[in-house]
């Protein structure tokens, strides 16, 4: 039983079978001149079509990364530093709940001596808009916030988030890191307002390690990553043609089956939170559930750690996750449910169930079944959160 | 002996990877998990990455599931605020003791409970023997190894759940039994220093956290003989790095962290005929007024004592034990008793 889609998904066949030939056969490094060459750069060019379409973008404007984190470092890094070199300004303003990879770059940006303004969610779940208007002025030269948190699912107002900025800090760059969005959103209508959008294949149905941002217009953008030019200059190394291509098409068909997928798992996903809710006693939940997306229920059990939670579930073959996970494998105290206010011993009794695509109703008949039990083998053994 | 889930405490190095692997031998149902403990955003970023590493990969080897616990909110209420506020004190703390009376047979134990192990093991060299209905605390077969002392808090409910596999081996054997099943910790290095401050960083460490008032060295006269930048840099019973020239050597006698002021005097000065033990816990029963073997370093010397009451009175008299140290009291191999020193 696997419920922690929003950590990775399982690759689409579709995924599979689009990057099989350029894994085996079509080899060729596509910045090269011969037929080889040349066929793996025609297939290069087709996924970065195919995406742009997608996303509702130019294939100019995509620019393919080694995945999310990556994306969101260029983004954030490539235009603070763009704007700093051409005096467009040097402030930095997110939200105190985004992805390690904007956080991280943001304190690097700091460290680097740009005035950095982190802002808070409510309750809910949702970035403090009246705080992120507060903090934009004349100076602020990035401002990123997530479409779709990637702990508790909640949807955040970018459209009102983008007029805030355009009002106020007209030259400012907007990056959304759209992450966790593209398996339930239009990602096309971020698209549209942000200038920077930063997506990750793995999340839905593609493989680890490729990612693309879109770079709208002419966005100013310092590199990370310098060599031999490829991505127009913004992300040199030889393409990963294979993924980019496997990515386009785990994009396809995550847009073909969207709708259908999203109210499909919106059920399953209420059956879960709800049946838990009414089987556990003192559960709560994380995140307002009518803001989230579909596949996001993140439960607390109070008088649980959450840690010890997942392993019994582990042990019964369900997957799922609590905080954010930390290259060791533990997991660290959520930093999104400290920014929403949600008090330190509830959020270490918290968990997240994540759906997807592959999800079935007897995934959700197995966890109604298994965390009740384990909820309570571990409050009958009074090991208090 | 029935199969039994056990959980394996593994660090990543060669002891408690063995331990696994013993247990697994025998037929027990073995679970992994390393803890972590320390490494929060503001140090590297992450937990000793390499050091869980180890342990997984150990563990996939030895085909046993692993898991990795995060108790860094326990071991820095527990172990490393009050080890940086026994310094600014005048004491010598012992964190690995503390780990074990807080962490390993608190936390990890109670949880294993919680999740339905039967026991809990880890790679200490000793030993649990069973001797009637109780259960004694043996020194390992390696006494240049032997760990027992930094488990002098482990009282009878918590043996009964506690297994030491490697305490029936030499460190030798350890490493020949690891090296024998390939696994990949055969050769690792022990680790020597307390694990949460890197080499030679303890006063910077300590300074980060805490304020430590300079003052005066003093002679056993009370004269001031010199200064000093810090008690946290002191022990009692150490004799060099003292910044005083003197025609003798000379040893910290005492620590007054409410006057900042550190007393040097000459080896006579430092023996005393007993030590005062506060935290005292006894194995199984208060022992009867036979002589016992006090040990008051992790490797050092035992030598005849008694108990009276909280106090163990030494044979001959002694170096003054640095306050916050271990004394932990023998009946030949095996611990009876312990405390920690006033």
């Known amino acids: 039983m696997y419920l922690d889609h929003a950590a990775s998904t399982p690759m689409r066949p579709e ?62 890094k490539g235009a603070a530093r763009a704007a700093r070199s051409s005096g467009a300004g040097d402030g930095v303003v997110t939200a105190r709940f985004e992805h390690k990879g904007v956080l991280a770059s943001v304190d690097r940006l700091e460290l680097d001596g740009f005035p950095v303004t982190r802002i808070d969610a409510d309750a809910d779940g949702i970035v403090a808009l009246e705080q992120l208007a507060a903090s934009l002025d004349a100076r602020t030269a990035v401002v990123s916030l997530m479409l779709v948190n990637n702990e508790v699912g909640t949807i955040q107002p970018l459209d009102r988030a983008v007029e805030l900025v355009r009002e106020r800090s007209p030259r400012a760059v907007v990056h959304t890191d759209a992450v966790q969005a593209v398996p339930w959103l239009d990602v096309a209508t971020a698209t549209a307002r942000a200038d920077l959008v930063a997506i990750s294949a793995h999340k839905f149905g593609g493989p680890k390690g490729i990612g693309a941002l879109v770079v709208r217009g002419a966005t100013p953008l310092e590199p990370l990553v310098e060599g031999g030019g490829q991505e127009r200059g913004l992300r040199s190394g030889t393409s990963n043609v294979a993924g980019a291509v496997a990515m386009a098409a785990a994009l396809r068909a995550t847009v073909a089956s969207r709708a259908v997928d999203a109210s499909r798992i919106a059920r399953l996903r209420d059956r879960l939170a709800d049946g838990l809710l009414a089987a556990v006693p003192d559960a709560f939940e994380n995140g307002d559930r009518r803001r989230k997306v579909a596949g996001n229920a993140h439960l607390g059990f109070r008088g649980v750690e959450a840690e010890a939670l997942l392993v019994l579930l582990d042990v019964e073959g369900l997957f799922a996750a609590a905080g954010s996970s930390c290259s060791s494998g533990a997991s660290e105290p959520s930093h999104v449910l400290e920014a929403m206010g949600v008090p330190r011993a509830d959020a270490l009794s918290s968990v997240r169930f994540s759906l997807g695509f592959a999800s079935t109703d007897a995934d959700v008949d197995a966890a109604l079944q298994l965390v009740p039990r384990a909820v309570a083998q571990l409050r009958s053994a009074g090991v208090a959160a | 002996m029935s199969a039994e889930r056990v959980l394996v405490a593994m660090s990543g190095g060669v002891d408690s990877s063995v331990a696994a692997a013993l247990l697994r031998d025998q037929g027990h149902d073995v679970t992994g998990v390393t803890l972590k403990l320390w490494g929060g955003e503001s140090d590297s970023g992450c937990c000793s990455v390499s050091d869980v590493e180890d342990a997984r990969r150990v563990a996939a080897q030895l085909g046993i599931p692993h898991y990795v616990f995060n108790l860094a ?229 035992p030598f005849e004592a008694n108990l009276d009451g909280t106090r163990v009175i030494f044979a001959a008299r002694q170096p003054r034990v640095a306050p916050g140290q271990v004394v932990a009291l023998y009946d030949g191999e095996s611990l009876v008793a312990g405390g920690i020193a006033i």
């Not at chain 1, 596509?30 to 995406?51: D, I, M």
């Not at chain 2, 820095?76 to 004190?89: I, K, Q, W």
């Open chain 2, 73 to 301: 909110d326990d071991f820095t209420r527990h172990v490393v605020d009050p080890y940086v506020e026994a310094f600014t004190n005048g004491s010598t703390p012992n964190p690995c003791v503390e780990c074990n009376r807080a962490i390993k047979f608190g936390r990890l134990l109670e949880r294993a409970q919680a999740l339905g192990f039967d026991r809990l093991a880890t790679g200490h060299h000793a030993r649990v023997q069973r001797d009637g209905d109780a259960y004694r605390l043996c020194r390992g077969v390696d006494s240049a190894k032997d760990q027992s002392y930094v488990l002098y808090m482990l009282g009878q409910p918590t043996l009964a759940r506690t297994w030491f596999p490697v305490g029936e081996l030499t460190k030798a054997e350890v490493r020949a039994r690891a090296a024998a099943l390939g696994l990949r910790t055969a050769d690792k290095p022990e680790s020597m220093d307390v694990c949460f401050i890197q080499r030679g960083q303890r006063t910077a460490f300590i300074g980060a956290r805490a304020n430590t008032a300079s003052g005066a060295v003093v002679d056993t006269a009370g004269a001031v003989v010199g200064h000093h930048d810090g008690i946290d840099r002191f022990t009692v019973g150490q004799r060099r790095g003292l910044g005083v020239a003197t025609g003798e050597r000379r040893y910290v006698v005492d620590i007054d962290a409410a006057r900042a002021t550190v007393t040097i005097g000459s080896r006579t000065d430092l023996l005393r005929p007993f030590v005062e033990l506060r935290e005292l816990s006894f194995v199984d029963a208060r022992p009867s007024g036979a002589p016992l073997l006090a040990q008051v370093r992790a490797h050092g010397e």
């Open chain 1, 15 to 76: 995924a599979v079978d689009a990057m099989e030939p350029f894994l085996a056969m079509e080899f060729g490094n596509p910045s090269g001149g011969h037929r080889a060459a040349q066929a793996a750069k025609n297939a290069l060019e087709e996924a970065r079509e195919e995406v742009a379409e997608l996303l509702g973008a130019m294939p100019a404007e995509i620019v393919f990364t080694a995945g999310g984190t990556e994306a969101d470092n260029l983004a954030v």
